[in-house]
């Protein structure tokens, strides 16, 4: 009996060492206990404890949507925003909007206004980036924001440099107003950007 | 002494099955054995067998650098481009001139032409982009294009769509000449390009 039942846990074992040698080659070793697990991904943006937003960082590397261009000289020298505005969004949201042409709850995107530095080029007469002037943020967010309409905020560090580092949200009548009655699409001027209307070709 | 054997087997059985349930909770599942191995890294760009360049892919997710615009009405009706120019970089090569101020080999920069859409907007008059109109790319490679001054190859896959799939080498007269001459920092036109004169103040 003694002999037999070992025979068998032998037979047994032996199956268990040859399947254990199989799944050692058809699963991944685990990842090393000592590792920390994986970190979040870090947030797009980031509040003061008092609400203001704190300068964003790494936005020249997001996705570019368009430069709309409103010069002084087209303008009796007093446009809202002499500058070019390069505007750009933030490659999740992107994402999103690619799959949806909707704005997630989320997304941020930014208008980084530059200046017009020259007016002739070898290219021809036109209108030259000049420098880095200003930057305006405006972030969806249907829970901090649910008292702004269609839940969408905005800020501006400024529009010449040293720029703030954190920023106040500013009054409904300041941005939101003008893109509220305006822009055709949830508060984004997309007509201007032709990124996105590539992008998301239905949500025209 | 079959049944001996048989209850051998099944406590072998009993115990792979537990260390079987053990090992599904330590270890990943393995990837389908049909998944392909990690593929390396796309190539930025990609050549026909006779050397034209096909058309890239995924630069609107690249770095935008800046965007001249030098319109018709400013230049006689006949600007050579009339439309905006918006500049992209390939993020390897922006991280490289981040740190050094050069243009790597390989450096790949992308002119994508919109066309001027309408010249008034809620923001003011000014100009405004509309719809992609061409696609021209330039690429520092000093084996593949030892022999083109500055190593710099120009493509041009047009100025209206439909656009080329695959264009071919422009003669250097058409372009290189132009950049050779006037452009201040190996051929491009950086001093229109906050981006890349703001993450290489040095190679001002």
Redesign the interface.
Known sequence: ?LG??????????A??VG??GL?YL?????APTTAAPPAAPAALVEFTSDGKLKQPVGY??W??V??????ND??NGA???PE?H?V?ID?ESFAHYKKTGEFRDGTVMIKEL?SV??RE????????????RGLDVTIKDSKRFKDEPGFWAYFSFGHHYPLLTEAPKNPVSACNK?HE??AKTDWV?S?????LR?AAPHSK
């Open positions: 009996m037999s039942s070992r025979s068998g846990l032998i037979a047994g074992a199956i268990l399947i254990a799944s058809l699963v991944r070793p685990a020249r590397q996705i570019y368009g430069t709309p261009l409103t010069p087209l303008n446009a809202g925003f070019f390069a750009y490659p530059i530095g020259s080029a070898p290219s021809g007469k036109g209108y030259f980036m000049g420098d880095f003008c009655e305006n001027f007509r201007y950007y032709p990124v590539a």
